[in-house]
């Protein structure tokens, strides 16, 4: 349902049945834009393919829901479906889900591949990046549930990070008025490859609702 | 051709040609993206537009060219086409073309979409550092011609960045030994909203070759 503050709260059985439609979509997707990367097939057949994209996408875009936040009825947590880190709906996500633990740290273990290679056989440092910010930000934000704003990130790259199975995780460390400081990691299988210090800062105006 | 060091090395008519049929084919793969990710078709539209694009990944994938390393004849520069940060080829990438001065600094103008959307209107704030690691990464290298990779990146996020019409620019501050000092900027029409700063480092094995 669409509330008057403009948030569209959504059951349990209603995400799980989003989830089990569009998920396979977005896996879909994913895979055509691996498929596009390196494919050598002739000019038509090219072409072909084109069109028929285009007449795909000129269906889905038939019916559109309008950019409303959605939250989850039962945890009331939003649902960033459309997120680029981590949305179940968009393709140009790295494959994450978040998983939070009560003593408030975050984790994910996740596979990269091509699509998010940089220098040959590595992730790009801007994926990693991209990555690490999004899991402080999910740490700082208590699963987003808290409006949290990036204020600063460091990020030190002490090797490259293989493409293939990864893991990311986060922590706060502390927080100070309105700044939250928090930690985070990416390794693969020999420990950590990137180490990220952020520094979130809680909005103006949700500062007199505390 | 196929060089014995395993570098593809291409004419400029050739990259003219793959430039000219592959990249309208990211365009629609792009499209299908952003129509994918809000979408409300009913459940036989997801399962139709599914199979079908599963049917084209399915013909793309008939003929992949390995993954070696392109390089243009004339520039002697590397064509990254699958880069996720600024791949002709890669749908993934946002949309930039990243254009070099003479001083050595480089810049780009682009349009970001909802597809890059992290707070309500805003690029999501490791969209913002992808781009910006990337755009230093140009600096550091200039235009990926030498070996550097990212030491550390620090991202100090001024206000929020609004998707649409945006403005990326770095330049090198300095060079000490093996370390390459670069600054950039993320700026909307009314100035900077997102300040990076990043040290490059030259890899051990490139280091005897200078």
Redesign the interface.
């Known amino acids: 349902m669409n509330m008057d503050f403009g948030v569209d709260v959504i059951s349990e059985d209603e995400y799980r049945r989003q989830r089990a439609?569009?998920g396979?979509?977005?896996e879909?997707?994913r895979?055509?834009?691996?498929?596009?990367?390196?494919?050598?097939?002739d000019?038509d057949?090219?072409a072909?393919?084109?069109k028929?994209?285009?007449a795909?996408?000129?269906?889905?875009?038939?019916?559109?829901?309008a950019?409303v936040?959605m939250v989850h009825e039962h945890t009331g947590r939003p649902v960033v479906w459309?997120?680029?880190?981590v949305?179940l709906?968009?393709?140009?996500a790295p494959p994450m889900v978040i998983h939070h633990e009560d003593d408030g740290s975050c984790w994910s273990e996740f596979t990269l591949s091509?699509?998010?290679?940089?220098?040959?056989g590595r992730v790009?440092?801007?994926?990693c990046?991209?990555?690490?910010?999004?899991l402080l930000?999910e740490a700082a934000s208590q699963a987003l549930t808290q409006p949290k704003?990036?204020?600063?990130?460091?990020?030190?790259?002490r090797r490259?990070t293989p493409l293939g199975p990864l893991r990311a995780e986060a922590f706060v460390e502390r927080s100070e008025g309105v700044k939250t400081f928090t930690r985070g990691y990416l390794k693969d299988a020999n420990g950590p490859t990137v180490e990220a210090e952020g520094v979130f800062i809680q909005p103006a105006w949700a500062r007199d609702a505390g």
């Open positions: 439609l569009y396979p979509l977005t879909s997707v895979r055509l834009i691996n498929a596009s990367l390196n494919t050598v097939v000019a057949a090219v072909e393919a084109q028929k994209i285009d795909i996408a000129e269906l889905l875009e038939t019916q559109q829901r950019g936040p459309s997120n680029p880190a949305g709906r968009n393709a140009i091509g699509a998010y290679e940089g220098p040959p790009h440092g801007g994926v990046a991209l990555v690490l910010d999004h930000g704003f990036t204020g600063t990130i460091s990020l030190r790259y490259g």
